[in-house]
């Protein structure tokens, strides 16, 4: 599962872990100084980090300027929040977007759907259990949907792919007047637990005629009617 540090002294990201799993599927790990940061980030390798700016007395700033200096890191998103004055500093510490306080929770998640492409979690979602079919770098692989939104759908698979690759899938779906065929690309946005190994993905490209096949089986799922 993907995962965001929280870097704060001061409780401006209290209650924020439940809000960003709903909202992102993501996992929050949390640091109140920038040294605690540190270690938490070479040891668990956040997906994106988020900082206070005004924390002390390793400021936003100068935790931002260290990560960017590590080639480990150095391709690690990482936004400061409530940096005083112009962009200039954030842009020369290598931050990759910031915000003003008080903080506006849609720009918020806006930024972080960006920097790691995760699809809105406030669709309704359909539990189904069905074949699909993906491929990857010309490697055919199987699975079983679980999820199914007009975003995208959880498989669940023991093929393990990284965070923003791209598949083709393929996989049916039932319609007014029998089965249809959807076949789609889709961008792997999280990873299953250990629990339920698969894969989160979001719809990329679509054509026209998968698009409709879709919605006319989301609607059919939303009235309980599934065609035999």
């Known amino acids: 599962m993907p995962s965001i540090l929280l870097v704060d002294d001061s409780g401006l ?4 872990a439940e809000e ?27 997906q994106m980090i988020v900082v206070k700016a005004g924390i002390s007395p390793m400021t936003g700033l100068d935790l931002c300027r260290v990560l960017k200096a ?48 995760v699809m809105p979690r406030e669709e309704a979602r359909s539990a189904v259990e069905w074949s699909v079919t993906f491929w990857r770098d010309g490697m055919q692989h199987t699975g079983t949907i679980r999820d199914l939104s007009r ?17 083709d899938v393929s996989f049916d779906v039932p319609v007014e007047r029998g089965v249809r065929t959807i076949v789609a690309e889709a961008i792997v ?10 894969l989160g993905c979001r719809f ?25």
């Open 13 to 16: 990201f209290r209650g924020a």
């Open 20 to 46: 960003v799993l709903k909202r992102t599927g993501c996992q929050t790990l949390t640091a109140s100084a920038g040294t605690e940061a540190l270690d938490i980030v070479r040891r668990e390798k956040p």
């Open 70 to 117: 590590d080639p480990e890191f150095s391709k690690t998103p990482i936004m400061l929040v409530g940096l005083p004055g112009t962009e200039e500093a954030a842009k020369r510490a290598g931050a990759d977007a910031t915000l003003p306080l008080p903080l506006d929770p849609e720009a918020f998640f806006g930024v972080v759907r960006r920097f790691l492409q």
């Open 151 to 167: 975003g995208g759908f959880f498989v669940r698979t023991a093929v393990r792919q990284p965070v923003g690759a791209r598949v």
């Open 189 to 198: 946005v999280r990873l299953g637990r250990d629990s339920e190994p698969g």
């Open 204 to 228: 990329f490209q679509l054509s026209a005629a998968s698009r409709q096949n879709l919605e006319e089986c989301l609607r059919i799922l939303a009235l309980g009617d599934v065609p035999a």
